[in-house]
């Protein structure tokens, strides 16, 4: 109960935090002078603040050094916590949303899921827009990991949250001897490449503001548009390269990207493990999804083909879920291959979800290494990656990650399908929602949203986004008996 | 020259024993442990101190006071920098050579310039040796072989057999064979007893010849000697320490490599480090093992554990299996006699392999290099040249002219980049890099004498 009450404690400041971020809508609506919003995100702004200081105030004497264990339930009830809190905004400020709608997509935006349950998107207050995209960026690189840059009250049990939130199987990479500066300096480079992103998408041709909130949704992997028709409003070949520029960069390790700024020296890529990955992958993948739109013949054009093919391989492959097109329409290899690929392409440490590279990488090396030890024997064969031993702990955590995360897309698909959803929907709302992808087939396929969707439905949902976002385990941890007992 | 020698283990024996057997040399050697002193007292005629090696107490009573050259030998490098370091700064000893075996320390030569650690030249035994056994593997069918030159030029020593187109001919047929080919007999070794080489001498089958050569040449003469074996595609290697381990990483490149380690905390070690080669865990003796990994399908199997006894079995088992060609580290001299029953076709001896580097220092001259052969009964050194024609009893004159000890003879020059074979109308010119072979080592005094000049 004690370190309950000091969980709560941090919770607290949390919130407190949080209600800054405000700050974000509040100047839109003033650029835009849109008063109505305006005083919606105040109010907001106010009451989270409020609730924050309260929380803060009231377990004061509670506060202590965080155990490792607590790591896992502050990292889940900071992720609900601020969830709700940020979905007030879309129940005030979106005339007709439920609260289940709400949630949903603030849900859809922290995880950096993108799928949305709205209609008229062009039609929306810019601060509300505003607030979508800033969601996005605020989740891409994590609530706790800002917290711990700049709270310093997390102290030492800042390293075992950075770990229970941080995406990937490998977390004791500190680029720094203090975990806070370590949490300093993948904001910073998350920072600085969001201001590239969104000066290259200005200077690409979108309108200032687009780019504003397309840069937040680019570089956390989101999916978030302006528009209902996404990115193909703008239909843009110059805009669609450079969002295929920066969702690559994204989907790679920020600790890469840090080694690479801070040195200024390209090797920290060649180093990485995963990266090239990314690229062989999805270049055989464009190439193939490209030959399967072109010899049925269903764009006239081959470099038209090329265009639509790369563009949507890597929205959906890379978890952003942006489209240009109804890839619903297309031959079912193509999108079925593209979700798949959702599962896999994400490199530790980015912004991305799903399964993640390494861990892919690990199973195939892993079945390999089966084969060769039943070829010889008495071998002696580490898994190694980039030349770098894998001890066998991380291996069996890996395998039991994977394994629960099928689980939990069939057990989820399941659901889905006995609340009287059709199989194809079902299982790749399941697939996009874990993965934070974005937009599935079926009645969530690209053309339509999520908001067919019935209330229970919209809730599985949003739970499989929280899944995918802090990676199952820091959630189910918490409903194991161990995790209670003292 | 005043020696003291740190360390009185494989090496350190060795060395103590090589150098006190030239006169010149009053050898002393200190080490920790009373009984192997008197143990090599009681064999080899130097003085032994026993202490710790650095401590500088125990240096004096060595007499680093005037010693001429230390050479720190103990199996601790750090032991062996910092006796180095201390006779350095408190008697400004003139040549010390440590053992460092650590690739951390020798990785980085600007520790061991002028200045820094007060090591003039490092060696590191087991990577004398792993380069040895790699030469031999690359270059199938020799039994040695030896550099100069850094590498410019290679002295070969093997077996004549029937297929060779020189057996059963005259040396001078050679030039017909290879009419632009660099290498030239250096000697001959029938039964056992050395038969000077000249143009009339008739190659017999089982004859043990060493030849000189450039680098590129070398794998047309051996063709002169022997049948040209098959390629060297598999090797096992039997033991991953250090000289196994580092062996595995030269060769996984090109060959298809096996290791196998008995320790298992071992060979998770080695097998992280390694890219390319199979590392077995379990016993290289084990035949079981041996034939589930294809023993009957190998080329070479190189056996380098620490275990002598080890290696020799390993060897001959694999030979029976059907390995194509065995080699096995062997220290003791009277096993390497043991082995002339074909089970194991090449013995490696680390403390021969070793010495070489040490003898060039103590020797007077220029000499760079000395390669001890034949079990150390004979030597080739290579030494430079100094001086102007009217001081020096070498320069200007022809190689037909310079009267050799018996039993020694010039077999090559290095002049800059270029190797040149001795002829009996070439003259040696000075700043020469000349190649000396030497049928018996006693004649080391006289050759030396001939070469230094002044």
């Given at each position: 109960m004690r370190s309950l009450l000091a969980i709560v404690n941090v919770l607290g400041a949390l919130l407190f935090l949080f209600a800054a971020y405000y700050l974000l809508p509040v100047i839109t609506a003033l650029v835009y002078g849109e008063t109505d919003e305006l005083w919606v995100f105040l109010q907001c702004a106010a009451a989270t603040a409020v609730a924050g200081a309260a929380l803060l105030l009231v377990t004061r004497r509670h506060r202590a050094e965080l155990k490792p264990r607590d790591g896992y339930l502050l990292v889940s009830l900071s992720w609900i916590a601020v969830t709700a809190a940020a979905a007030v905004p879309f129940l005030l400020g979106v005339p007709r949303l439920s609260f289940t709608d709400a949630f949903f997509e603030s849900m859809s935006g922290l995880s950096t899921t993108g799928s949305t349950v709205m209609t008229g998107l062009d039609s929306l207050p810019h601060a509300v827009n505003m607030w979508r995209c800033a969601l996005h960026w605020l989740g891409g690189m994590g609530i706790i990991v800002l917290a711990v840059a700049v709270l310093p009250l997390l102290g030492v049990g800042g390293m075992q949250m950075y770990r229970a939130e941080a995406p990937g199987p490998v977390k004791d990479a500190k680029l720094t001897p203090r975990i806070t500066e370590t949490a300093k300096a993948l904001w910073l480079s998350y920072a600085g490449m969001t201001a590239v992103c969104i000066l290259a998408l200005w200077g690409a041709g979108m309108p200032g503001f687009d780019a504003i909130c397309h840069g937040f949704s680019v570089m956390s992997l989101g999916g978030f548009s302006t528009h209902d028709a996404s990115v193909g409003w703008f239909n843009s070949p110059l805009i669609e390269f450079v969002m295929i520029l920066f969702m690559l960069l994204a989907s790679i390790n920020f600790s890469t990207h840090f080694m690479a700024l801070r040195k200024g020296e390209f090797s920290a890529y060649r180093r990485d493990p995963e990266a090239r990955w990314v690229f062989v992958w999805l270049g055989a993948s464009v190439v193939a999804v490209t030959l399967a739109l072109w010899l049925p013949g269903i764009y006239p054009d081959l470099l038209g083909t090329i265009r639509h093919s790369a563009f949507n391989v890597v929205a959906l492959a890379t978890t952003s879920g942006f489209m240009t097109e109804d890839y619903a329409q297309w031959p079912i290899f193509a999108p079925m291959w593209m979700l798949f690929l959702s599962c896999v392409i994400p490199n530790t440490g980015s912004t991305g979800g799903g399964i993640k590279m390494f861990r892919a990488l690990i199973m195939i090396k892993q079945a390999f290494r089966e084969m060769f030890v039943l070829v010889h024997p008495a071998a002696v064969a580490p898994l190694k990656i980039a030349g770098q031993a894998v001890p066998n702990r991380v291996i069996y955590s890996v395998l039991a990650f994977v394994f629960v995360y099928f689980m939990t897309v069939l057990l989820l698909t399941f659901t889905l399908l006995a609340s009287g959803m059709d199989f194809i929907s079902a299982f790749t709302a399941t697939i996009a929602s874990v993965n934070n992808a974005g937009p599935g087939l079926g009645t969530v396929g690209p053309a339509s949203n999520y908001g067919v969707l019935t209330d229970f439905q919209t809730w599985v949902c949003a739970l499989a986004m929280l899944l995918g976002r802090i990676e199952i385990f820091t959630f189910l941890i918490l409903f194991t008996p161990s995790f209670w007992r003292k | 020259m005043k020696v003291l020698i740190l360390g009185a283990g494989q090496v350190g024996r060795t060395a103590a024993q090589n150098l006190a057997r030239e006169p010149a040399n009053e050898v002393t050697v200190v080490d920790s442990n009373e009984e192997v002193l008197r143990d090599l007292q009681s064999r080899v005629d130097v003085r032994t101190v026993a202490g710790n090696a650095s401590f500088p107490s125990v240096l004096v009573a060595a007499g680093i006071a005037d010693t001429d050259l230390l050479v720190a030998l103990t199996s601790s490098d750090e032991v062996n920098m910092i006796a180095c370091e201390i006779a350095n700064a408190l008697y400004r000893t003139p040549t010390k050579i440590a053992r460092i075996r650590a690739g951390e320390y020798t990785s980085h030569d600007r520790l061991f310039t002028p200045g820094m650690l007060a090591v003039d030249v490092w060696i590191n035994p087991e990577q004398l040796v792993t380069e040895y056994i790699e030469r031999l593997i690359r270059n199938p069918g020799a039994l040695q072989v030896v550099d100069f030159a850094d590498g410019r030029a290679r002295l070969v020593g093997m077996l004549a057999r029937r297929g060779g187109l020189l057996v059963g001919q005259q040396l001078r047929t050679l030039k017909d064979h290879m009419p632009n080919a660099d290498a030239r007999i250096a000697a001959i070794y029938r039964n056992g007893r050395f038969v000077p080489p000249d143009g009339e001498t008739v190659v017999e089958e089982d004859d043990e010849i060493f030849f000189v050569a450039a680098r590129d040449h070398i794998q047309r003469m051996m063709n002169e000697i022997t049948r040209a074996e098959g390629k060297v595609r598999k090797v096992i290697i039997a033991g991953g320490g250090h000289i196994g381990f580092r062996l595995a990483q030269l060769l996984e490149k090109d060959f298809q490599v096996k290791l196998i380690e008995r320790n298992p905390d071992r060979a998770r070690r080695v097998s992280e480090r390694l890219e390319n080669t199979i590392v077995l865990g379990g016993d290289a003796q084990d035949e079981e093992l041996l034939i589930e990994e294809n023993v009957d399908d190998t080329d070479v199997f190189a056996a380098v554990t620490n275990s002598e006894e080890a290696n020799v079995l390993s060897a001959m088992l694999a030979k029976r299996l059907g390995a194509r060609k065995t080699l096995a580290i062997i220290n003791r001299p009277s096993y390497g006699e043991l082995m002339d029953n074909r089970s194991i076709d090449i013995a490696v001896s680390p403390p021969t392999v070793t010495i070489g580097s040490l003898l060039a220092r103590v020797r007077r001259g220029d000499v760079v290099r000395v390669h001890s052969l034949r079990r150390g009964s004979a030597e080739a050194l290579e030494t430079v040249v100094h001086g102007t024609q009217d001081r020096s009893r070498v320069i200007g004159r022809s190689i037909g002219d310079i009267s050799m000890?018996?039993?020694?003879?010039?077999?090559a020059l290095v002049r800059g980049e270029k190797v040149v074979m001795a002829h009996h109308d070439t003259l040696i010119e000075t700043e020469d890099h000349v190649i000396v072979f030497l049928a018996d080592r006693r004649q080391v005094e006289a050759v030396q004498k001939l070469f230094h000049s002044g």
């Open positions: - | 000890p018996n039993g020694a003879s010039i077999i």
